[in-house]
């Protein structure tokens, strides 16, 4: 196994998804395009291919950003649905950095003349009581 295939498999979550302080006391959008990421159909094994597109607005917190690419990286073997995949990115990053606000888009390619998106807007979120 390859050096980089190691560290893509062996990423965890929990202890490899670095952040660092937020040194500026302003508000400010922190924007990615992550237009390599991949996942495994949970149905079919088959490769499900998408952009990521990732904006923020930190509060106390920001995602390292080579951890940011691992964390991608590491959905490439995992069987998990379009719908899945968005939403455990967007609580991942939710849970760990706390942003003051947060979108996600998940632009799936085609696949069996289907084109998935998935949004996941924070300042569309219902809030509840």
Not at 34 to 52: H, M, N, Q, V
Not at 58 to 77: G, H, Q, T
Not at 98 to 115: E, L, S, T
Not at 116 to 122: A, H, K, N, V, W
Request: with cysteine; net charge negative.
């Amino acid at each position: 196994m390859k050096y980089g295939e190691k560290i893509v498999n062996e990423f965890d979550v929990e202890k490899d998804l670095e952040i660092w302080p937020n040194e500026h006391n302003r508000n400010y959008l922190i924007k990615m395009t992550l237009p390599e990421f991949s996942c495994l159909c949970p149905r079919s094994g088959y490769p499900d291919y998408a952009t990521i597109y990732l904006e923020y607005t930190p509060d106390k917190w920001v995602v390292e950003l080579k951890a940011m690419k691992l964390y991608i990286n590491s959905f490439r073997d995992k069987h998990v649905s379009h719908e899945n995949s968005a939403n455990e990115i967007y609580e991942t990053l939710e849970n760990k950095i706390k942003p003051k606000y947060m979108k996600i888009i998940a632009d799936y390619n085609p696949r069996g003349n289907v084109h998935t998106l998935i949004e996941i807007d924070s300042s569309k979120q219902i809030k509840e009581r």
